[in-house]
T-cell receptor, first 113, second 112 residues
């Protein structure tokens, strides 16, 4: 069974703090993704990575950065958290190529005060 | 740019009813379409994946169909149960290894 884990289920941070969200998958997947999900807006892609040390901007990369130093780990970084980054953050992974299933982690509910 | 629409946004049915959830997409040049289930406050669970060359996929009480030329997919749930209550999302993958494009989901409530 594929397992995608996220470092925290709930996180509360202050405005201006640097925030790290970690995602780890155990199935040797090349591709990894970070989304945020907000009511009425659905799932929006922040960044994705096709493989180690690679990264691509998604639809809403502003205010975020990512790191992929190891194949199994994909980190999302909020350099200076703001209240409009309060959201549910979802990580996902899949094998390379267009035909495979995408697997999601349980999500991190981030609140920025 | 690919757009995915799911109608209705919310649906409430009595237990035991058969139901259909709809998904439409604007660009028919897709590799596959995937249906997911999401329980409140949780991540997404993959239900069915239909490749562009396929017409349908089945898993238990779930059946998903794909009509690529018309840009439509349906998820059929037979004999619905309260445990089916969740949000159902569809997503399409375009050419190459492009990321999935998601609809906003249909929130389903099955009333006992």
């Amino acid at each position: 069974d594929v397992k995608v884990t996220q470092s925290s289920r709930y996180l509360v941070k202050r405005t201006g703090e640097k925030v790290f969200l970690e995602c780890v998958q155990d199935m040797d997947h090349e591709n990894m993704f970070w989304y945020r999900q907000d009511p009425g807006l659905g799932l929006r892609l922040i960044y994705f990575s096709y493989d180690v040390k690679m990264k691509e901007k998604g639809d809403i990369p502003e205010g975020y950065s990512v790191s992929r130093e190891k194949k199994e780990r994909f980190s999302l970084i909020l350099e200076s958290a703001s209240t409009n980054q309060t959201s549910m953050y979802l990580c996902a992974s899949k094998l390379a190529g267009p035909t495979d299933t995408q697997y999601f982690g349980p999500g991190t509910r981030l609140t920025v005060l | 740019k690919q757009e995915v629409t799911q109608i209705p946004a919310a649906l409430s049915v009595p237990e035991g009813e058969n139901l259909v959830l709809n998904c439409s997409f604007t660009d028919s040049a897709i590799y596959n379409l995937q249906w997911f289930r999401q329980d409140p406050g949780k991540g997404l669970t993959s239900l069915l994946l239909i490749q562009s060359s396929q017409r349908e996929q089945t898993s238990g009480r779930l059946n998903a169909s794909l009509d690529k030329s018309s840009g439509r997919s349906t998820l059929y749930i037979a004999a619905s149960q309260p445990g089916d209550s969740a949000t159902y999302l569809c997503a399409v993958r375009g050419s190459g290894n492009t990321p999935l494009v998601f609809g906003k989901g249909t929130r389903l409530s099955v009333i006992a």
